[in-house]
């Protein structure tokens, strides 16, 4: 006893002896009235100093745990209540749980994907990578947010959002094109919260929702979770095919379509101007609510700029819009946000205070200063240059390794590759993780199983240039050898 303490480098040691002591308190080792080791003694047990042991004792008595008796020394309080220990009841939780999580567990691909192991060239992710972010500036605006209201920060906020971050996003969407006369904002943990009270706030008449075929697999589990059948419609190289689009719409009633029409995910497909204003019409028409992913927006290349479907929408309140920097900036500060008409923003906010109180006021806060201090246009500046230099060059590494692959993908972070039909990507994936090469397979993003098995997504952002290059290259060489 005593001396098996494992000092750690991570926190003050008498807090780590204060905590070790607790412990055995608590579980019995120690008993009501013992008396401790005097500090000398236990300092030179667990190897460390006598000031240390004295205040760890200091501690303990703070708490209730000890007490000391004048000229004698410390003893354990008799008050202190130990849980006794009782025969074991244990319950197969796998029977308690409920069809919810079940079918959380089964969609779960950080589980049950292609995930990549250390040393591997993974091609998987769709973060931004980290090596581009702007800390000095991100530092300057957390000190500069907490000297003018730290004490506010830390403590609760409003579930609607930090009041200045929703006037930046306000303003930041009316330079986008948009009209938010009738809407308001909701400020959200990032966009698979603000999808997931969408989702639960929206009443099943038909059940039915109708969204591109492929499209973002969390979107997918969510959606099916919420109990939604999906019909999925085709994408072309400028997005929905719009003759299967009205086809669905005359023959059934759809409660929802969820859209991604920039970058989309995971085709890289950027919807023509054309194709939307005609979306528009058409949902229009059949009075079918949209759902907008303002995926990765801010990240094209090459082209005119394209505005989101919500600034072709006017005054109307038929669609919803969720935003997001996390492919942008910096997806640890989990911040997005909900355009959309002022009364479903109400509920929307009441279903939020009921759910999660708010996001994190620090997180909102840090995030209004980094963008208010005028950082976000020379960060973006710099990332949009870097990740076009890197999509330029998979692009030729793909023509050159893959030649007879189809290529999609007009900006973001990632490319979609489509092989000839009777090719199957998951048996090219499992020859590539022996090689030491990952890559999430394209049947990941269909509706149906039995779709897209010649497909992949390449996620390039984190990806050196040098693994870039080898990585496809192993891709190209090793499919080669499956034809």
Not at 106 to 127: C, N, P, V
Not at 447 to 461: A, I, K, V, Y
Request: with cysteine.
């Amino acid at each position: 006893m005593y001396s098996d303490l494992q000092l750690t480098d991570d926190r003050p040691v008498y807090i780590q002896v204060k905590d070790y002591m607790k412990r055995l308190i608590l579980k019995g080792g120690l008993q009501a009235d013992q008396k401790l080791p005097s500090t000398r003694e236990l300092s030179t047990l667990m190897r460390v100093s006598r000031s240390t042991v004295l205040l760890a004792y200091a501690e303990l008595e703070e708490e209730g745990l000890i007490y000391a008796v004048k000229g004698k020394g410390n003893y354990v309080s008799a008050a202190v209540d130990t849980p006794e220990s009782a025969s074991g009841w244990t319950l197969d939780w796998n029977n308690h749980v409920s069809d919810y999580a079940i079918q959380a567990e089964q969609y779960d691909l950080m589980k049950h994907g292609s995930g990549a192991e250390r040393g591997e060239i993974s091609f998987t992710s769709i973060a931004p990578d980290e090596k581009l972010f702007d800390l000095h500036n991100v530092k300057r605006a957390f000190l500069d947010r907490m000297s003018l209201e730290g004490e506010v920060l830390l403590n609760y906020g409003y579930a609607q959002g930090y009041r200045p971050l929703m006037k930046y996003l306000r303003q930041y969407m009316e330079n986008k094109g948009v009209d938010l006369s009738g809407k308001d904002i909701l400020i959200t943990n990032g966009f698979t919260e603000g999808f997931d009270l969408v989702l639960g706030a929206l009443r099943k008449k038909s059940g039915r929702a109708l969204c591109e075929n492929p499209t973002h697999h969390t979107a997918i589990k969510n959606l099916k979770l919420h109990n939604f059948h999906l019909t999925g419609v085709e994408m072309e190289p400028d997005g929905l095919h719009l003759g299967q689009l009205e086809q669905e719409l005359m023959k059934h009633s759809y409660d929802l379509a969820y859209l991604v029409p920039s970058y989309h995910n995971p085709t890289g497909i950027v919807t023509s101007p054309a194709k939307r204003a005609e979306i528009i019409r058409l949902m229009n028409q059949y009075h079918v609510p949209m759902i907008e992913d303002g995926f990765n927006e801010e990240l094209r290349y090459s082209g005119s700029h394209v505005s989101p479907l919500i600034a072709s929408m006017g005054k109307g309140n038929g669609l919803v819009y969720l935003g997001s920097f996390s492919k942008v900036l910096f997806p640890g500060l989990r911040v997005g946000w909900i355009i959309a008409d002022a009364a479903l923003i109400d509920y929307l906010e009441s279903m939020k205070r009921a759910r999660s109180i708010h996001t994190s006021t620090l997180d909102q806060s840090l995030l209004y200063q980094y963008l208010s201090n005028g950082n976000f246009d020379k960060y973006l500046k710099r990332a949009r240059a870097e990740y076009k230099r890197k999509y330029e060059l998979v692009v030729r590494c793909l023509r050159q390794h893959l030649p007879m692959c189809r290529i999609s993908g007009e900006g973001g972070l990632h490319l979609f590759v489509q092989f000839p039909a009777a090719f199957r990507t998951r048996d090219l994936l499992a020859a590539c993780k022996l090689k030491g090469v990952t890559f999430t397979p394209g049947d990941t993003f269909y509706l149906e199983p039995g779709q897209g098995l010649n497909t992949m997504r390449l996620g390039f952002s984190r990806v050196s240039d040098d693994n870039i290059r080898k990585g496809i290259r192993i891709i190209g060489e090793t499919a080669r050898t499956m034809q």
